[in-house]
Nanobody
Framework: QVQLVESGGGLVQAGGSLRLSCAAS????????IGWYRQAPGKQRELVAI???????NYANSVRGRFTISRDNAKNTVYLQMNSLKPEDTAVYYC?????WGQGTQVTVSS
């Protein structure tokens, strides 16, 4: 059974940085696109960033230039480096591959 485990969330002041990690059991990341999503209270889950098998990336307009997604297939891990954080980035962040989701990690940005 595939398991995705996110980590790295926390409380940070506006302007600060966090790096999220998502570790997968097995080799599910290899050969698949991987996405980071987030869901704020009362809002729908939204795509934040995606990375393809070839390393191409795309970002939501709201985070482009501030967030960077990367992957390490050898470690079965994907990362989301988040800089210049804003209060509106507060949400639970999830990683996703195919039909699999992690449990999420809370990111809270104080003003």
């Amino acid at each position: 059974q595939v398991q995705l485990v996110e980590s790295g969330g926390g409380l940070v002041q506006a302007g600060g940085s966090l790096r999220l990690s998502c570790a997968a059991s097995g080799t599910i990341f290899s050969g698949n696109n991987i996405g980071w999503y987030r869901q704020a209270p009362g809002k729908q889950r939204e795509l934040v960033a995606i990375i393809t098998t070839g390393g191409l990336t795309n970002y939501a307009n709201s985070v482009r230039g501030r967030f960077t997604i990367s992957r390490d297939n050898a470690k079965n891990t994907v990362y989301l480096q988040m800089n210049s954080l804003k209060p509106e980035d507060t949400a639970v962040y999830y990683c996703n591959v195919k039909l699999y989701w992690g449990q999420g990690t809370q990111v809270t940005v104080s003003s």
